[in-house]
């Protein structure tokens, strides 16, 4: 029957759709990476999604988030993206939480998730959900930085112990050897971070560290990566093979 995911349903077959109508994605952080991956799972027909982040929407996060506009200001990024994802598939089951993700969070609404998304900012935030995905089995895949960075073609998907360049993933590698984590898919990106110009207005953002630049077109794409590598696991021996495209 035609519905919101028949063009799809044509590259990922209808078991895949199925499937997807029947996972549970839990997606951790909704900027500028998240909030694309989020919208590109509901986009796709992810049937339950679960929605984690404790910030609210500022005007400087207009210029990469897709939550963000000026009708937005001030609101939880969780209700608004939960707004926009039942406006696109309205029998979605979207679970909000917004809470900001620590070592010692309580991580019982994990339990049945088929799959984390990780686009949180956070080393010990991202090592600690690193390790409760492991504990609990469930696959999961992380973004590495998206700052600082104008060629979007420079991201890649790999593990954490084949990437390089990136500052963030090479901290990331040290403390998940140190934790004894022996593989992690994430995305990442090979460009060097590009000459910056500070900015004197956005001091008060970050008053303790530099605030990372960035541009519309760069984040969005390492999102749009994480729900593909998502999208592609979930689905694994259920999309259409080559012999019956012919």
């Known amino acids: 029957m035609r519905n919101e995911f028949s063009?799809?349903?044509?590259?990922?077959?209808?078991?895949?759709?199925?499937?997807?109508?029947?996972?549970?994605?839990?997606?951790?952080?909704?900027?500028?990476?998240?909030?694309?991956?989020?919208?590109?799972?509901?986009?796709?027909?992810?049937?339950?999604?679960?929605?984690?982040d404790n910030d609210v929407v500022s005007l400087t996060n207009i210029n990469r988030q897709i939550l963000a506009d000026h009708s937005t200001l001030g609101r939880k990024k969780v209700d608004v993206m939960r707004e926009r994802a039942l406006r696109i598939h309205p029998a979605a089951d979207?679970?909000?939480?917004?809470?900001?993700?620590?070592?010692?969070?309580p991580c019982d609404f994990l339990d049945g998730c088929d799959y984390i998304i990780d686009a949180i900012?956070?080393?010990?935030?991202?090592?600690?959900?690193?390790?409760?995905?492991?504990?609990?089995e469930i696959p999961i895949i992380s973004s590495m930085g998206t700052g600082n960075k104008l060629d979007p073609s420079r991201f890649e998907v790999a593990d954490i112990y084949e990437t390089s360049v990136c500052p963030l993933c090479r901290v990331m590698r040290h403390e998940l050897k140190k934790r004894r984590v022996?593989?992690?898919?994430?995305?990442?990106?090979?460009?060097?971070?590009?000459?910056?110009?500070?900015?004197?207005?956005?001091?008060?953002?970050?008053p303790r560290r530099q605030t990372p630049g960035s541009v519309a077109c760069v984040p969005p794409v390492a999102g749009f990566l994480l729900a593909a590598e998502a999208v592609k696991d979930l689905t694994e021996g259920l999309r259409p093979s080559p012999q019956q495209a012919r």
């Open 7 to 52: 063009r799809s349903q044509i590259l990922l077959g209808a078991s895949s759709m199925e499937k997807l109508k029947n996972s549970r994605v839990a997606v951790f952080g909704l900027g500028g990476v998240g909030s694309f991956a989020a919208e590109a799972l509901v986009r796709t027909g992810v049937g339950h999604l679960l929605f984690i």
């Open 94 to 105: 979207i679970q909000t939480f917004p809470l900001f993700f620590l070592p010692d969070t």
């Open 121 to 136: 900012d956070t080393v010990s935030a991202k090592l600690a959900l690193v390790e409760v995905a492991q504990r609990k």
């Open 182 to 206: 022996s593989s992690l898919k994430v995305v990442y990106s090979r460009e060097e971070p590009v000459p910056r110009e500070e900015n004197p207005d956005l001091q008060e953002d970050s």
